[in-house]
C-alpha cells in the first residue's frame, strides 16, 4: 500500500532553515510528482511547489520563490522541502502529497509541525 | 483569499443530502480537473473524488462529484456523523503554475 511517512516536528527560530523528509513506499518512487502543502492552525491548504522525483524538475509557488527547495534521493525514496528565512507566519503543518503526473494529488504524508519561534 | 472559492461552512441532518460547491476560473476548473478532500480533525487530507467525478477504492459511494464551466460541487448523500469534517476542493491553475486549493468547507451534522 502507498505509504508517505514524514519526519517529525520542528522548532525552529526565526531566520533559520527547516528541512523536512517524506519517505516513500508501495509504489515506483519515480513514476509520481510530490507537492508539498502547507496549513497554518485553523486555516486552509496552501500550495508551495511541486518536484517530479525522476529528474528532479521542480516548480515553486510565486510566495516561496527563493525561499524553499525541494530535492529527492532516489536510492532512498525520500523527497525533501527545506525552506529557508524562517518567520513566525510560517508556523504550520506541512504535508508532502503525490501526484498523478497530469493528474489529481492521491495520497498525503501525515503532516510535520513546524514551530517557528524565538 | 483562496484562489477557489467554497462557502465556510455547510450543515444537515443524518440522511440528508447535503452539496458543497466551488467557484474557481477558466484558467484552474474551467481546463483542469477538480479532486476533493476530505479533513478530520488532527488528520491529513484524504482524496474523495479526483479528475471531477472518480471516486478511489475506499471511498464510499454517498460521495459524488461533478464539474460544470469553471465551478465544481460535491454532494454527500445519506448524511452521516462521521462526515462531519473540513472538505477542501483543489485543481492545477494553467496561470498560476500550480495547485490551488479552495478554502475549505466545515460540514456539521446536526
Known amino acids: 500500500q502507498v505509504q508517505l511517512v514524514q519526519s517529525g516536528a520542528e522548532v525552529m527560530k526565526p531566520g533559520a532553515s527547516v528541512k523536512v523528509s517524506c519517505k516513500a513506499s508501495?509504489?515506483?518512487?519515480?513514476?509520481?510528482?510530490f507537492n508539498w502543502v502547507r496549513q497554518a492552525t485553523g486555516q486552509g491548504l496552501e500550495w508551495l511547489g511541486w518536484m517530479n522525483p525522476n529528474n528532479g524538475n521542480t516548480g515553486y509557488a510565486q510566495k516561496f520563490q527563493g525561499r524553499v527547495t525541494m530535492t529527492r534521493d532516489t536510492s532512498i525514496n525520500t523527497a525533501y522541502m527545506e525552506l529557508s528565512s524562517l518567520r513566525s507566519e510560517d508556523t504550520a503543518v506541512y504535508y508532502c502529497a503525490r501526484a498523478e503526473r497530469n493528474g489529481d494529488i492521491d495520497y498525503w504524508g501525515q503532516g510535520t509541525l513546524v514551530t517557528v519561534s524565538s | 483569499q483562496s484562489v477557489l472559492t467554497q462557502p465556510p461552512s455547510a450543515s444537515g441532518t443524518p440522511g440528508q443530502r447535503v452539496i458543497i460547491s466551488c467557484s474557481g476560473s477558466s484558467s484552474n476548473i474551467g481546463s483542469n480537473y477538480v479532486s476533493w478532500y476530505q479533513q478530520l480533525p488532527g488528520t491529513a487530507p484524504k482524496v474523495l473524488i479526483y479528475?471531477?467525478?472518480q471516486r478511489p477504492s475506499g471511498a464510499p459511494d454517498r460521495f459524488s462529484g461533478s464539474k460544470s464551466g469553471t465551478s465544481a460541487s460535491l454532494a454527500i448523500s445519506g448524511l452521516r456523523s462521521e462526515d462531519e469534517a473540513d472538505y477542501y476542493c483543489?485543481?492545477?491553475?494553467?496561470?498560476?503554475?500550480?495547485?490551488?486549493f479552495g478554502g475549505g468547507t466545515k460540514l456539521t451534522v446536526l
Open positions: 483543489a485543481g492545477w491553475d494553467d496561470r498560476l503554475n500550480g495547485w490551488v
Open positions: 508501495g509504489y515506483t518512487f519515480t513514476k509520481y510528482d
Open positions: 479528475r471531477n467525478n
